[in-house]
């Protein structure tokens, strides 16, 4: 029964339609080139003159072309029916994938909270698990900042609120929010700077963009593994590197990785929780900025380098005294 009802896939249902008519149009031209020549030789029999208008050739290529016609307009079907039925796979899971991020951390507050209602904890426990729960609080957050920001860049109305920001400081400032990450999964975090320029950017939105970058970074890395963030300029942009030793990303997963929903699917990655919106709206953000991320891999294992580029501010003029 289970082979029968593949048999019915839309892909095989759309070949076969797309085999019979092509079948079926060579079927018509031979019929129809057959019985041309065969009105066309009893014509020459009997009179001359109904061989002299000869519209055989504009009629076949009218037919062909309706024909074609007819086979664009179901490969146009089977292409949008092709598109939403990955939508749909693509939205159930972003589904499945936020539920499960909502848990997790609501589930960590909960028992952190019983815990201090029904035993009796120390000072210091106490501090850990309020430490902890903050930590839980701020995924939430992250979260829900990404849901909602992911809504508006849908329909392009992302407002920014540029102000000249020194990036060294404020990359040093969001890298500090992860000293206890980096603790718990021994991480060692460096952070290499040729120079400390100033830039025109969004805070709010920006250290969306860093804070994705660096949450993917060590959650889609081992235990134990470096992540270095570098910034260098090169004359009118700034690049901004985030590296890691990570499980690495294929050739084809590099060119879909913004793309919204997508996930890459592997072994190592099964069990790894995310959205699939992070990405995406890191990328809207950073285009806003008038700037362009890109990542870079060489395979599988290899690590990962995600590459931010930002325009540099023109150096104004020194007014002389």
Known sequence: MKKLRALFHPI????GVQIAWIILMIIWIYWYIRNVQNLRGIAQRFSTVLTEPDFSWVILAEGCFLMLLILAGVYMIFVYWNKQSRLNELHSNFVSSVSHELKSPLASLQLYLETIKYRDVSREETR??????????????????????????????????FERVNIGEFLEEILARYTRLFEERRCEAKFEMEECPILNIDKRAMRMVFNNLISNALRYSPIGSPITIKIHNERKSCHIDVIDRGFGLDRKDCKKIFKKFYRVRKKETQEIAGAGIGLFISQEIVKGHNG????????????????????????????PK
């Open 128 to 161: 850990d698990f309020v430490e902890m729960m903050l930590s839980d609080t701020e995924r939430l957050s992250g979260l829900i900042d990404n849901i909602l920001e992911s809504s508006r860049t849908e329909f392009k109305n992302v407002p920014l609120h």
């Open 12 to 15: 095989f249902v759309f070949i």
């Open 292 to 319: 362009k991320i890109s990542v870079r891999s060489d395979g599988a294992g290899m690590g990962s380098t995600f590459r931010i580029t930002l325009p540099l501010p023109p150096v104004e003029p020194e007014i």
